[in-house]
């Protein structure tokens, strides 16, 4: 199974922009790059998903390298409220397989 | 709208019994999934189901099973609970294998 490689934990100041990375060295042409995150006592929540272009949304934007072997998760301007967990995933047609993932603090 | 609805929101239960956690989405998502989340062990798939009628094994499927006679409802069943059981589940939801999975808020169960 393809798999991806996060940083266990990064800290952050608020207000400021957030780039959470993620190798994925193994990944094939077709494997979608999902990211979610876990808020505390809370279930995985979708945050934003890619193939090969970058991609935007209203929480956050996903850059994929060219080769696609890495991608980087931005929180253009962090808030209290984006403290969690966040988990760079591989989709495959089984399910979400979730590694540890990204724990992200932010500083007031 | 609901979205995807899990029950109970936490239980107690006595080692050896049976109990059925409920799951219901009403986005008419075609696979739903169930994980259970452990401290230190993170998120593992227990069963899954890519659409109505049928169901495959996760990771971690050992003493639970599943059904999947409509499209909505996708419950799992413990027959006969143990003490390593004790995890918080939850479901999910996405409208087809390959797209954005939508959890629920996760049921608390201790096995005691």
């Known amino acids: 199974d393809a798999k991806t490689t996060q940083p266990n934990s990064m800290e952050s100041n608020e207000e400021e922009p957030v780039h959470l990375p993620c190798n994925h060295s193994t990944i094939s042409g077709t494997d979608y790059i999902h990211w979610y995150r876990q808020l505390p006592s809370q279930g995985p929540e979708y945050v934003i998903h890619?193939?090969?272009s970058n991609v935007n949304n209203r929480m956050a934007s996903l850059a994929i390298a060219e080769d696609r072997k890495s991608s980087t998760l931005i929180l253009h301007r962090a808030t209290l409220r984006d403290a969690a967990v966040y988990y760079c995933?591989?989709?495959?047609?089984?399910?979400?397989?979730f590694g540890k993932g990204t724990h992200l603090i932010i500083q007031p | 709208i609901a979205g995807i609805t899990q029950a109970p929101t936490s239980q107690i239960l006595a080692a050896g019994r049976r109990m059925t956690l409920r799951c219901t989405q009403d986005?008419?998502?075609?696979?739903m999934y169930w994980y259970r989340q452990d401290l230190g062990l993170g998120l593992r798939l227990i069963h899954y189901?890519?659409?109505?009628?049928?169901?495959g094994k996760g990771e971690v499927p050992d003493g639970y099973s599943v059904s999947r006679a409509n499209t909505d409802d996708f419950p799992l069943t413990l027959a006969s609970a143990v003490p390593s059981q004790t995890s918080v589940y939850f479901c999910a939801s996405s409208l087809t294998t390959m797209t954005e999975a939508f959890f629920g808020q996760g049921t608390r169960l201790t096995v005691v």
């Open positions: 189901s890519n659409t109505a009628g049928t169901t």
């Open positions: 986005m008419r998502h075609n696979a």
């Open positions: 995933i591989l989709r495959d047609p089984v399910g979400l397989t």
């Open positions: 890619g193939l090969t």
